[in-house]
């Protein structure tokens, strides 16, 4: 039997290896019964292609790669389901798809998808040799799509869940713009004050031969950090942001970062709460297109986009195929709310667990979105006051000297 050389992705990050299979689909199988999502698959000794022929990725240097947004591939699973539905067969709706895209990169992953499918590699799989424009979730409920033949349905699903997300970024941005508008403004006042203004004052204090109030020593040594060591302060948060980012690149410094995140005040209520609405959805939109408990469970992990509650999920489908129920398993990974645990409980009595998902989707939602709507006043105090301790601090810095020096003129 043939030996396949695989490249994927799980829960747990990428993985590679090599596995013996009748042909590539038949690998791609059993990597996705494993929960594994196939990027590459190639016989054993084969160099991988380097071209962006037959599904494989473009080498083009990633800063020359025009980006695929969110919105391309939503407007796509749109597009495709009223193709589908019409009963347009799948490549020449790929065809048409391609020819009407106006992102130029777009157009070049279709037409790598199309060259996959011609070769009668399955579309879930092209799809997955994409180089990420196509998530663990999509690929994973095109494949639930091409199992059940229930394609188009899926497809409309899979709109609907990335209109959602897409939904969600918007307001994120537009909760932190006006914070962020602050925090820079005052960034950048403090920088033009340490460079310009306080060393100006500086020589101002140092002719007076007298001793300087605390607040202007601390401000005259912060100029004099800034101006002479200023380079090192940019080397170190460089460095710093470098080393953090490589760090959370790990799969265990990913969990424990994605951990601290639910604990963080003001944020965490809300990533917990976006976590959960988007774990329900992705539950009960896997249920309702036919998919097994176990591998409902296997795709959600790959969608939370939390590593920390991704592996609390995973031992949750470790657990339910144990034989446990899904309300034992829950309750046992300590990430769900009562809401959730007592809509479980009732979803497994009822048989109608799937709804009560997307109910809990459809309620954590809603606070999210009120959530995101109050952020920025719940910023407001704390950057008022954080303002106005630096105020504070500036004005006594320059006008103590002075007062001192009034005076002192004054008595004499």
């Known amino acids: 039997m043939p030996r396949f050389a695989y490249t994927g992705r799980s829960a747990a990050g990428p993985v590679n290896g090599e596995l013996d299979g009748a042909d590539a689909g038949a690998v791609a199988a059993l990597l996705m019964a494993r929960g594994v999502t ?41 597009q495709l389901h009223t193709l589908l539905r019409a009963g347009v ?49 999509y690929v994973a409920m095109v494949r639930v ?58 020589d101002v204090f140092k002719s007076l031969g007298a001793e300087l109030p605390l607040a202007t020593r601390i401000l005259v040594a912060s100029s004099h950090f800034t101006l002479h060591y200023g380079w090192a302060l940019v080397a170190g948060l460089g460095g710093g942001i470098w080393a953090l980012r490589r760090w959370i690149a790990t799969t265990a410094g990913r969990q424990t970062s994605d951990r601290l995140l639910l604990r963080a005040p003001l944020a965490g209520r809300i990533v917990q709460k976006a976590t959960l609405a988007r774990f329900a959805r992705s539950f009960a939109l896997a249920l309702k297109s036919g998919v097994p408990v176990e591998q409902a469970l296997n795709v959600v992990a790959q969608t939370v986009d939390n590593a920390h509650i991704a592996r609390k999920v995973e031992a949750m489908r470790e657990a339910v195929e144990r034989g446990d129920t899904i309300l034992r398993a829950a309750v046992a990974s300590g990430v769900f709310t009562p809401v959730v645990l007592q809509m479980i409980a009732v979803g497994e009595e009822t048989g109608a ?60």
């Open 38 to 78: 196939p990027l590459r698959i190639d016989a054993a000794g084969d160099a991988p292609a380097e071209t962006g022929g037959g599904g494989q990725p473009l080498k083009l240097p990633a800063f020359l790669q025009p980006k695929v947004l969110p919105a391309d591939v939503m407007m796509f699973s749109r």
């Open 89 to 137: 067969p799948i490549l020449r709706a790929l065809a048409g798809l391609q020819d009407s895209t106006v992102n130029p990169r777009f157009r070049q992953v279709l037409g790598g998808v199309r060259n996959s499918l011609e070769s009668g590699i399955e579309l879930s799989i092209c799809f997955a040799q994409q180089g990420g424009v196509f998530d663990n979730f």
């Open 145 to 202: 799509g091409e199992m059940s033949g229930r394609l188009d349905d899926v497809f409309m699903r899979l709109f609907k869940h990335l209109e959602f997300e897409q939904f969600m970024r918007q307001q994120v941005k537009s909760a932190l713009r006006y914070p962020g508008f602050v925090v820079t403004a005052m960034a950048v006042a403090v920088g033009v004050i340490n460079t310009l203004v306080v060393p100006a004052f500086a």
């Open 353 to 412: 667990i799937d709804e009560l998902m997307e109910e809990i989707a459809e309620l954590y939602g809603n606070d999210v979105q009120y959530e995101l709507k109050s952020l920025s006043q719940q910023i407001e105090p704390i950057l008022i006051v954080f303002l106005g301790v630096l105020v504070l601090v500036l004005a006594l810095g320059v006008f103590l000297p002075l007062w001192d020096l009034g005076n002192a003129t004054l008595k004499k």
